[in-house]
Each structure stands twice: as C-alpha cells, then as structure tokens.
C-alpha cells in the first residue's frame, strides 16, 4: 500500500480554489453514537443517528481581489460549500472528492501575527453533509 505525503492537497471555499494559500487542512468525520439499550441487556448498544462534520483550515492571508480575505469575510455566519481533495489530481479512487454542503462558518480571524511573522488565518467550519465522489 501506497503512502500519502500531503504536499499539494486541493481546498475549495465557496468555489474559489485556495489551496495554493492552505498549509493545514483536516476534515473530521463521524457519525454520532445514538445509545439504544434496553431493560435487559448486559451491555450497552448503540445505532448510528445524525452526521457530525467539522473541517479546519489554515490559510496563509491574502487581501487582493477573489482571494483569502475576499472569500472568507462574507462567510462569517453563513453555511457554504467546501471541496477538499488529498492531491489536486483528477478524482478517482486513489483520489477522492470529499464535498461538504452546508458547512457553516463562525468566525474568522482576519489580522492574526506577531513582528516578522505570515499573516495567518485559521478557521472551523462545522456541520453540513458530506459526499465523497470516486470518479
């Protein structure tokens, strides 16, 4: 089996691409536990219930036109739809899409740094539903 080293992973906000600003990209996902034992039982059990999406980004800040800033700030609040892939290839089976539709937004940090430091942004998009696409 093959190792992945992320070194050109694809990030898609809003469908504006900044991958080429992303340094850090971690998309959670799970399903939560819904508890299902009954009087009786020796042991707990559990079924499946809602999907719990949380993806964070860090971005490398931008302030020119159709960039970091331009995208993210209007976000603020709102749910949107982000597109991640492990390499920028095109999808497949060794490469899938993963879309999370509804993703919402919090906060942003906008001006974040100390002397000599890159700008950074990081954000936490949380909920929404995901689909993962292999062709």
């Given at each position: 089996m093959a190792k992945l080293v992320l070194t050109d992973a694809s990030v898609t906000i809003n469908s504006i691409s900044l991958g080429d600003h992303a340094n850090s990209v971690t998309l959670n996902y799970e399903i939560d536990s819904v508890?299902?034992?009954?009087?009786?039982?020796?042991?707990?059990?559990?079924?499946?219930?809602?999907?719990?999406?949380?993806?964070?980004?860090?971005?490398m800040q931008d302030l020119a036109a159709a960039n970091v800033e331009a995208t993210i700030y209007p976000l603020v609040g709102t749910t949107t739809t982000l597109v991640l892939k492990n390499t920028s290839a095109a999808?497949?089976?060794?490469?899938?899409?993963?879309t999370i539709?509804?993703?919402?937004?919090?906060?942003?940090?906008?001006?974040?740094?100390?002397?000599?430091?890159?700008?950074?942004?990081?954000?936490?998009?949380?909920?929404?539903?995901?689909?993962?696409t292999t062709s």
């Open positions: 508890e299902t034992t009954a009087f009786g039982s020796t042991g707990h059990t559990f079924t499946g219930g809602l999907q719990n999406l949380s993806v964070e980004i860090a971005l999808t497949s089976a060794t490469n899938p899409t993963y539709s509804g993703a919402f937004l919090a906060s942003h940090t906008p001006v974040a740094g100390s002397v000599g430091e890159l700008a950074m942004t990081t954000l936490t998009f949380t909920g929404g539903t995901i689909v993962k």
